[in-house]
């Protein structure tokens, strides 16, 4: 495991700006490595200004990236259809995949119009299975990015402080019930996190502050789940604006 990148950036559009570099930069990397990009994306807020960018940077420069080859899919989704205002795909959709030329079949989403969540974690873990050609179900997909961002309460894709997902380790995707929510989400679990090439944290806000300085301190993993996101053999890079970052700089090397 090596030790994290922690970059503090003015506001958030500079935090979905550095991400958008890091997308294209390692994106193209791997296309000309191994042929493609396979990245998950987020949900919440933070992310669409960085959709916006990609899509922004797509429309004056066609050949900013070869989209044809990239393989997006999601690291948590919550328990609505895909048309619903909460639903993580339609956010990206409506900010990004519609506005770029990728291929309808190079979008991996999560079926969460499943009523049953259980049976859409078993769905897009199948779909991870053809993905990325996993023999077994011990074999882990490793992602060449995966964007996440931490919730206020510290937690991260959907694995929330309290819940069972933030101990899964053997699945590779679970449903998770969140009772704060009092509703389904469903989501990668750690493992699968910490196979990645890299990890992208994007962090902003001043609801941040607080739950960055434990995370960068003494701050439990049982409490800041975010914190179990250490890749194995890969990069962990947070992106962090200065109103998350606050003055916990200072223990954060
Ligand atoms: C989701 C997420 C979640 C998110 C954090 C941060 O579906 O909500 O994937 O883990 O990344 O809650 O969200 P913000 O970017 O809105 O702060």
Known sequence: MSKPTIRVLEDLQQVAAAAADEFVARGNRAIQHHGRFTVAL???????????????????????????????LFGDERHVPPDH???????????????VP???????????????????AEEYDRELVQVFQLKGEDQLARFDLIFLGMGPDGHTASLFPGTTAVHELRKRVVANWVPKFNMWRVTLTRPVINQAECVLLMVSGKDKTQPFAEVMGQGSPDVYPVKYVQPTHGEL??????????????HAG
């Open 42 to 72: 987020s949900g919440g807020s933070t992310p669409k200004s960085l959709h916006t960018i990609l899509a922004e940077r797509t429309a004056k420069n066609p050949k900013l990236i070869d989209w044809s080859r990239l393989q997006i």
């Open 85 to 99: 205002a909460d639903s993580n795909f339609r956010m990206a959709k409506e900010t990004l995949l519609s506005k």
């Open 102 to 120: 990728i291929p309808e079949a190079n979008i991996h989403r999560i079926r969460t119009e499943n009523p049953d969540a259980g049976k859409a």
């Open 237 to 250: 890079i947070w992106l962090v604006d200065k109103a998350a970052a606050g003055s916990s700089l200072a």
